[in-house]
């Protein structure tokens, strides 16, 4: 029998290593399931999920110099990929007023005028403290 790439068949698992599995195909030939292509999942031991003497199918990756890469994994129907869920969005950051935003209009009284500005002033002040005394404390 002829092995193409890209065909399924079906196969004996023969031995199991830490970095995969070797399958007994038709014809007295055998090839290797690399770890990587045993499961969807994540796999650490590929004991938890072949066993010596099981039947599997496995797809043909490639044929070179006598050696035959196989998988599992793509030989099973593939599972539907669950889209990420959204995530939902951030409370926002409330940035600083800029001076474009705090400029004085020509209604405004002068106390009116004088306060907006020492407001501005005293939030600009205290987060420039914060920002030195942050940087006191990593010395």
Not at 26 to 36: C, F
Not at 81 to 101: I, L, Y
Not at 110 to 134: P, V
Request: hydrophobic fraction near 35%; charge should be positive.
């Amino acid at each position: 029998m002829e092995l193409a790439v890209g065909t399924i068949v079906s196969g004996k698992v023969t031995g199991i290593t830490k970095f995969g599995a070797f399958v007994a195909l038709e014809g007295g030939k055998s090839g290797l399931v690399h770890i990587s292509e045993v499961a969807n999942a994540f796999v650490s031991d590929v004991h938890d999920f072949l066993a010596e003497g099981q039947e599997v199918q496995v797809k043909i990756l490639s044929v070179a110099d006598g050696k035959i890469s196989l998988s599992v994994k793509q030989a099973q129907a593939q599972p539907e990929r669950q889209p990420r869920p959204v995530r939902t969005s951030r409370p926002a950051v409330q940035q600083p007023a800029t001076p474009a935003q705090t400029a004085p209009t020509a209604e405004q009284s002068f106390e009116d005028k004088l306060k907006q500005f020492m407001t501005l002033s005293d939030s600009k002040m205290s987060e420039l403290n914060r920002s030195r005394e942050g940087k006191r404390r990593r010395r």
